[in-house]
């Protein structure tokens, strides 16, 4: 790490990307099964919530997880230091896990999203935040970098849906004696909580094996702090920043900040509102068998693994490192939107077939594979990117909080989300895929638009 120009990347960008990789497990995991928890009649293993008040739930939580890394980043950049902070984290969010396991009713529901909330906070921008402290100011590989770690995160999505799915609808599911099936929800809450586990054994366990003394002390307001430095450098100049080009560095990570909240807002309907439209109205039979609706939230993640290596690989070649910040993610906000179109090929199909408020008029599952697909090129154009450029922005002392600031993004996102969802019982899913379509295909021209005055305030980095 003492030139810019090095091959290939530090083995601590491994540990961080299987600790992230179980954690992911944990917290998709969760996730696959969440809204059918919450609405599945309690005959069935679930809570019995209607389908808009689960829906505004899911919404209020993930909007939450995604905005407590900004309480999380700050107490670790001020007192605790990163990883300690990830270590905190990571044991609330295994304990949450296992009040969801070990209690079935809406006190035990809201301990453990809590639990899951808070310990998100803490684990969440600081462990993203340590990828970007393995490389140096200017160094090309902090794209691919981030490209990896996302295949980490996308690699514990993709497992935890099966094995969970697995547990809820087949091993741990019984049959009432209406002929209604119990679904085991809690044992896949306990897997989760398992996962969370591993991961933190191997983190603490290899930590300062591979990485050494990054991370461990806080980065401000302590005696150890006072020569970390305080302001970051023009990698193409190399000269220091000015603080009027630093504040106009940050200004940018709220600018993308913006763009991002809308994106976040159309791609998290995949566990909300399309999976609830996967479990009624898409045809999940395949030879003979019914693919659970949970399994459907690895498709983003099978897509993730095996593009994104490809994405790293065009992210270092000469004309990535033309395409600047702005653009990239601006041609994810189109791609996302087109994803929609996919789904509005579905509802077209259902009309063609019939009453679309018979749940035996399906639509082809290719519809919805296809919306994956592009949502997940849409997400690669700009989820790595948007973290890793936020590690370039930012000052050395304000990293974690600023990580937490760009993941706040996510729960503004959420927050609309979870609304979104839930006016599609009103409107219809056919009109609110159309207007998310549409908003998110402006934003992304307009990012594209903005590109050129955007990078001249990052100064230096693209």
Same mark, same amino acid.
Request: charged letters at 15%.
């Given at each position: 790490?003492d030139?810019?120009q090095?091959?290939?990347?530090?083995?601590?960008?491994?540990l961080?990307?299987?600790?992230?990789?179980?954690?992911?497990?944990?917290?998709?995991?969760?996730?696959?099964?969440?809204?059918l928890?919450?609405?599945?009649?309690l005959?069935?293993?679930?809570?019995?919530?209607?389908?808009?008040?689960a829906t505004?739930?899911?919404?209020?939580?993930?909007?939450l997880?995604?905005?407590?890394?900004?309480?999380?980043?700050?107490?670790?950049?001020?007192?605790l230091?990163?990883?300690?902070?990830?270590?905190?984290?990571g044991i609330?969010?295994?304990i949450?896990?296992?009040?969801?396991?070990?209690?079935?009713?809406?006190?035990?529901?809201?301990?453990?999203?809590a639990?899951?909330?808070?310990?998100?906070?803490?684990?969440?921008?600081?462990?993203?935040?340590?990828?970007?402290?393995?490389?140096?100011?200017?160094?090309?590989?902090?794209d691919?970098?981030?490209?990896?770690?996302y295949?980490?995160?996308?690699?514990?999505?993709?497992?935890?849906?099966?094995?969970?799915?697995?547990?809820?609808?087949?091993?741990?599911?019984t049959?009432?004696?209406?002929?209604s099936?119990?679904?085991?929800?809690?044992?896949?809450?306990?897997?989760?909580?398992?996962?969370?586990?591993?991961?933190?054994l191997?983190?603490?366990?290899l930590?300062?094996?591979?990485?050494?003394?990054?991370?461990?002390?806080?980065? &401000?307001g302590?005696?150890?702090?006072?020569d970390?430095?305080?302001?970051?450098?023009n990698?193409?100049?190399?000269?220091t920043l000015?603080?009027?080009e630093?504040?106009?560095?940050?200004?940018?990570?709220?600018?993308?900040?913006?763009?991002?909240v809308?994106?976040?807002?159309?791609?998290?309907?995949a566990?909300?509102?399309?999976?609830?439209?996967?479990?009624k109205?898409?045809?999940?039979?395949?030879?003979?068998?019914?693919?659970?609706?949970?399994?459907?939230q690895?498709?983003?993640?099978?897509?993730?693994?095996t593009?994104?290596?490809?994405?790293a690989m065009?992210?270092?070649?000469?004309?990535?490192k033309?395409?600047s910040?702005?653009v990239?993610?601006?041609?994810?906000?189109?791609?996302?939107?087109?994803?929609?179109?996919?789904m509005?090929?579905?509802v077209?199909?259902?009309?063609?077939?019939?009453?679309?408020a018979?749940?035996?008029?399906?639509? &082809?599952?290719?519809?919805?594979?296809?919306?994956?697909?592009?949502?997940?090129?849409?997400?690669?154009?700009?989820?790595?990117?948007?973290?890793?450029?936020?590690?370039?922005?930012?000052?050395?002392k304000?990293?974690?909080?600023?990580?937490?600031?760009?993941m706040?993004?996510?729960?503004?996102a959420?927050?609309?989300?979870?609304?979104?969802?839930?006016?599609?019982?009103?409107l219809?899913?056919?009109?609110?895929?159309?207007?998310?379509?549409g908003f998110?295909?402006?934003?992304?021209?307009?990012?594209?638009?903005?590109?050129?005055?955007?990078?001249?305030?990052?100064?230096?980095?693209?």
């Amino acid at each position: 790490m003492d030139t810019v120009q090095q091959k290939g990347h530090p083995k601590g960008l491994y540990l961080l990307f299987f600790t992230e990789m179980w954690e992911r497990f944990s917290y998709y995991g969760m996730r696959a099964i969440l809204i059918l928890y919450l609405t599945k009649k309690l005959i069935e293993g679930g809570l019995g919530m209607s389908e808009q008040s689960a829906t505004l739930l899911y919404g209020y939580f993930t909007g939450l997880v995604y905005f407590t890394p900004l309480i999380g980043g700050w107490l670790a950049d001020k007192y605790l230091g990163k990883r300690l902070a990830i270590t905190i984290g990571g044991i609330t969010m295994m304990i949450g896990q296992f009040v969801l396991f070990g209690m079935n009713n809406n006190t035990g529901l809201y301990i453990g999203l809590a639990l899951l909330i808070i310990g998100n906070g803490f684990f969440k921008p600081n462990i993203s935040t340590l990828v970007g402290g393995l490389y140096p100011d200017g160094d090309d590989r902090r794209d691919s970098a981030f490209s990896i770690f996302y295949m980490g995160i996308n690699l514990g999505a993709l497992i935890a849906p099966f094995i969970i799915g697995y547990f809820t609808d087949n091993l741990f599911a019984t049959t009432n004696s209406d002929g209604s099936i119990a679904y085991g929800y809690r044992y896949g809450f306990l897997a989760a909580g398992i996962g969370m586990l591993i991961g933190q054994l191997v983190f603490n366990g290899l930590a300062k094996k591979y990485l050494g003394d990054l991370g461990l002390k806080p980065v &401000g307001g302590t005696e150890d702090a006072k020569d970390a430095p305080v302001t970051s450098v023009n990698p193409i100049t190399g000269k220091t920043l000015t603080k009027p080009e630093e504040t106009q560095r940050i200004s940018v990570i709220f600018i993308l900040f913006l763009f991002a909240v809308f994106f976040w807002a159309g791609f998290e309907q995949a566990g909300s509102s399309l999976s609830l439209y996967t479990d009624k109205f898409i045809d999940r039979n395949v030879f003979g068998f019914e693919i659970p609706t949970s399994w459907f939230q690895s498709v983003n993640p099978i897509f993730i693994v095996t593009l994104a290596p490809l994405f790293a690989m065009f992210w270092s070649s000469k004309l990535g490192k033309k395409l600047s910040t702005p653009v990239k993610m601006g041609v994810g906000m189109i791609i996302l939107g087109i994803g929609f179109w996919f789904m509005l090929g579905a509802v077209a199909e259902r009309n063609a077939n019939g009453d679309i408020a018979d749940i035996a008029n399906k639509a &082809g599952i290719m519809w919805l594979i296809m919306t994956y697909l592009f949502h997940t090129i849409g997400e690669l154009c700009l989820s790595p990117v948007g973290l890793s450029v936020v590690t370039k922005l930012s000052p050395p002392k304000l990293a974690s909080i600023l990580m937490a600031v760009w993941m706040l993004s996510s729960s503004i996102a959420n927050f609309i989300g979870g609304f979104l969802a839930s006016v599609v019982e009103t409107l219809g899913a056919g009109q609110v895929f159309t207007y998310i379509s549409g908003f998110v295909i402006v934003c992304g021209l307009l990012l594209v638009v903005l590109s050129k005055p955007i990078t001249k305030m990052m100064h230096g980095v693209k």
